[in-house]
T-cell receptor, first 116, second 120 residues
Framework: DQQVKQNSPSLSVQEGRISILNCDYT??????FLWYKKYPAEGPTFLIS?????DKNEDGRFTVFLNKSAKHLSLHIVPSQPGDSAVYFC???????????????FGKGTHLIIQP | GAVVSQHPSRVICKSGTSVKIECRSL??????MFWYRQFPKQSLMLMAT?????????EQGVEKDKFLINHASLTLSTLTVTSAHPEDSSFYIC????FGGGRFSTDTQYFGPGTRLTVL
């Protein structure tokens, strides 16, 4: 049973526009969420994170929104640039409630394609 | 950020041999590292948690005797795939846990570049 879901395998966005990547989770113990960017045959690169005590975190062009009641988070990239084309993974773990179980649970990823 | 390295980046071996993969945190100390595996077009799956100075914690379904983990120092964890078989062919990625506060502004994991294992 998938505890972290990214229901869009791919997303195509025009350069300069906003990219919105979505993620849903089912495990109520998850209270810390991260977004990673990944190229084929490389390790994931950390982008941004958010804890459950916040509903928004911003870092440059990247903003993550968290809706705890809906168990939903989204990553907004604006403006989108060609270099943003990659697979984006949503990940979660129980930072505050997990008793040290810090391993990340990943979604299946969304392949973002930025078109010129 | 922080730098995590893995060696080798790619290895091809014969069935039945053992392969060791090293994961190093280059510019920080990591008491906790993690090993993940990614099959083609799949998500990253946590295999085990590697704790410096103690035994690794394995996820359900991961064979401890097949995937030996040693976290001998605060900067090095090794994963040894023993008696490798073709079904073990995968992309293995390690990560190191960092905690918010001090040098790092947020709790996160930094990942190594991964090791592509192909077992013939």
């Amino acid at each position: 049973d998938q505890q972290v879901k990214q229901n869009s395998p791919s997303l195509s966005v025009q350069e300069g526009r906003i990219s919105i990547l979505n993620c849903d989770y089912t495990n109520s113990m998850f209270d810390y969420f991260l977004w990673y960017k990944k190229y084929p045959a490389e390790g994931p690169t950390f982008l941004i994170s958010i804890s459950s005590i916040k509903d928004k975190n911003e870092d440059g062009r990247f903003t993550v929104f968290l809706n705890k009641s809906a168990k939903h988070l989204s990553l907004h990239i604006v403006p989108s640039q060609p270099g943003d084309s990659a697979v984006y993974f949503c990940a979660a773990f129980p930072l505050y409630s997990g008793g040290g179980a810090d391993g990340l649970t990943f979604g299946k990823g969304t392949h973002l394609i930025i078109q010129p | 950020g922080a730098v995590v390295s893995q060696h080798p980046s790619r290895v091809i071996c014969k069935s039945g041999t053992s392969v060791k993969i090293e994961c190093r945190s280059l510019d920080f100390q990591a008491t906790t590292m993690f090993w993940y595996r990614q099959f083609p077009k799949q998500s990253l799956m946590l295999m085990a948690t590697s704790n410096e100075g103690s035994k690794a914690t394995y996820e359900q379904g991961v064979e401890k005797d097949k995937f030996l983990i040693n976290h001998a120092s605060l900067t090095l964890s090794t994963l040894t795939v023993t008696s490798a078989h073709p079904e073990d062919s995968s992309f293995y990625i390690c990560s190191a846990r960092v905690f918010g506060g001090g040098r790092f502004s947020t709790d996160t994991q930094y990942f190594g570049p991964g090791t592509r294992l192909t077992v013939l």
